[in-house]
């Protein structure tokens, strides 16, 4: 238990061709390696048919939120080339008095560019629409305002301006990220406010979602946007010691019903994805039942965490000393999860997260 909270621990070497640069030619088509948690087995199959394996009266839990084009390509009023990568979605400002022909919203973003801002300096990405720099929040982020033409909308901006943050080791060149508008999305995303899919649910299709309720097996929506700093790299030797970064969750009073019927029925709660764990687990009053919440999670899962709410997990399979990979060591011990990434590597997955998945499940 004592290397459980040292970040070495939880190094694994992974090959380059192992990190999938596209996702699978058809979503519910890739891979899944099953690890049965009470016996050990490890199983493989394609993700399709995971309908096997639930029971019906089971819950399947899915995070709806939805990642909009958080990279933004401007000018500095110099002329040079600057980046503008939001790090939330844009909230309405306050509009100026003397300008009631333009919106406004703010967020705090990171700017790249050949030299840093400066305050209240501009950056402008079309002849409708510009941003200004508020206030320096500290480790390269700013407060910014988005300034638009009254007659231009955020999701036009956002839409024809913006490109869908991929993450870092996904490797594009310049304008080529069309296709990941639909594909770095989940068929059933609706609620706009990440930066990053919740990658476990990109397996799903509409179809496999129906085949499921076919054969009586529940889902309910959660919210959370993922944010930028589940990228962020783990600095601490000790992980109890590092602090994760807050996301924004909403959780319906219809869904808490839900998770709560099923468990007082014995039926299984099936999260998708880490992002959907976190903000089951830490959304529950004294007696362990779920509550509707609208606030902000910050739920750091460690192994030694008891999970109250629930008993399956689907995930994709994760970096090295990332805080996702202790998550899913917290369910299933840390040991036998590096086992399956082992054999997974040595099967010729493909990881992270245009990776194939893995099913977690008591």
């Known amino acids: 238990m004592q290397d459980d909270l040292k970040i070495g621990a939880y190094h694994y070497h992974l090959p380059e061709k192992n990190i999938a640069q596209f996702p699978s030619e058809k979503r519910d088509h890739s891979r899944l390696l099953v690890l049965n ?3 050990g087995l490890i199983e493989h199959f394609l993700f399709h048919q995971i309908s096997g394996l639930f029971n019906p009266g089971d819950l399947l839990v899915l995070n709806d939120t939805k ?11 110099s002329g040079g080339k600057a980046e503008v990568f ?77 490109e869908v943050p991929l993450p870092p080791y996904i490797k594009r060149e310049e304008g080529c990220w069309n296709s990941d508008r639909q594909r770095y999305q989940t068929v059933y995303a609706n609620q706009p406010g990440a930066v ?71 039926g299984k709660i099936w999260a998708v994805g880490t992002t959907t764990v976190r903000a089951l ?47 899913v060591s917290a369910l299933c011990g840390r040991e036998t999860l590096l086992t399956c990434y082992r054999e997974a590597i040595e099967d010729d997955y493909r990881f992270y997260s245009y990776g194939d998945a893995m099913a977690i499940i008591s």
């Open 37 to 39: 948690r009470a016996t």
């Open 67 to 77: 990642v909009f084009p958080a990279r933004l390509h401007g000018r500095k009023e």
């Open 86 to 162: 939001l790090l939330g979605y844009p909230a309405p400002g306050v509009p100026e008095q003397s300008e009631s022909d333009k919106l406004r919203f703010r967020c705090e973003a990171l700017i790249k560019a050949s030299r840093p801002p400066r305050k209240q300096s501009v950056i402008i990405f079309n002849a409708h629409s510009f941003c200004q720099m508020i206030e320096e929040c500290g480790r390269g982020r700013w407060l910014i305002e988005l300034v638009l033409d009254a007659d231009t909308d955020l999701d036009s901006l956002l839409d024809g301006q913006g």
């Open 196 to 266: 990053a899919a919740p990658t476990a649910g990109l397996h799903f299709t509409n179809d496999l979602i129906e085949k499921l309720k076919g054969n009586g097996v529940g889902t309910a929506p959660i919210t959370l946007h993922v944010g930028y700093g589940t990228f962020a790299p783990v600095q601490q030797q000790i992980i109890s010691k590092h602090r994760i970064h807050r996301e924004y969750i909403e959780i319906s009073e219809s869904t808490a019903e839900l998770v709560n019927r099923t468990k007082t029925n014995g």
């Open 281 to 327: 687990e830490s959304s529950i009053d004294q007696n362990h039942r779920l509550i509707p919440v609208q606030d902000w999670c910050e739920l750091y899962i460690t192994p030694g965490f008891k999970f109250r709410v629930i008993d399956n997990l689907i995930t994709n399979f994760h970096l090295p000393e990332s805080s996702l990979l202790f998550l």
